[in-house]
């Protein structure tokens, strides 16, 4: 059966991060410090950046990174993840992830500038450009991922809009053992979540908190 996933970096003091995205900081200033101990993990270098050779953390971190990639069949993303806000007036701009992006399947980018020509690119991802509810979108991915899951990959605002749809499944909190002060907050208008979902913790030896709520 086909599950909605979430996985989401956040701070002790339940920050995202800060700032606006810009193509020399697509994901938002402090980023870098939030996801450390993810980037640090031997499966995000052999997945995202293609390092065979055996180096990178592993335990409990790369135990969760590995199961971030598993069973996906299709992604939803918000255009700032896409990277649309980078060059938004280039028609070849194919966004920030390269010419081999590290999803291999059908993701469905939500932007109020579609409709755009769908993007093929290597390794069998295909970018396909939406401006229609969540509720819509979904329910095409969800017939894409055929039986697989959906995992809404962000960033903060197309995720805050899937949980505030009562959409997800199985969100994954990585809080990482900082704390930021300022940001976009993730739990604003999202109280009560732990009485829909069953809430499981572990704590990494990076000093990174993995909660899972699940239904």
């Known amino acids: 059966m086909t599950r909605v996933r979430i996985d989401l970096f956040l701070s002790l003091d339940g920050y995202v991060a800060s ?6 900081s697509p994901m938002g200033a402090d980023w870098e410090r939030l996801t450390a101990a993810y980037t640090a993990t031997r499966t995000f270098r052999s997945m995202v950046f293609g390092d065979t050779g055996g180096a990178g953390t592993t335990g409990v971190d790369d135990k969760y990174a590995s199961a971030f990639f598993e069973g996906i069949g299709s992604e939803v993303m918000g255009a700032g993840m896409f990277g649309l806000h980078s060059f938004p007036d280039d028609p070849n701009w ?19 500038t579609a409709p755009r020509p769908s993007i093929p690119m290597e390794g069998g991802t295909v970018f396909h450009f939406r401006d229609d509810s969540v509720e819509a979108v979904l329910a095409e991915a969800t017939e894409a991922a055929g039986g697989r899951d959906v995992r809404v990959g962000g960033g903060i605002g197309t995720a805050r809009e899937f949980l505030l749809a009562g959409l997800v499944d199985h969100l994954h909190l990585m809080i990482a053992p900082v704390i930021l002060g300022r940001g976009t907050r993730l739990w604003d208008d999202l109280g ?7 809430i499981m913790t572990e704590v990494a030896e990076s000093g990174t908190i993995h909660v899972n709520f699940t239904r």
């Open 192 to 198: 009560g979540l732990e009485s829909t979902h069953a």
């Open 19 to 24: 700032a606006e995205p810009s193509p020399d």
């Open 94 to 112: 194919k966004g920030w992830w390269g010419d081999q992006p590290p999803f291999h399947t059908p993701v469905y980018v939500l932007t109020h």
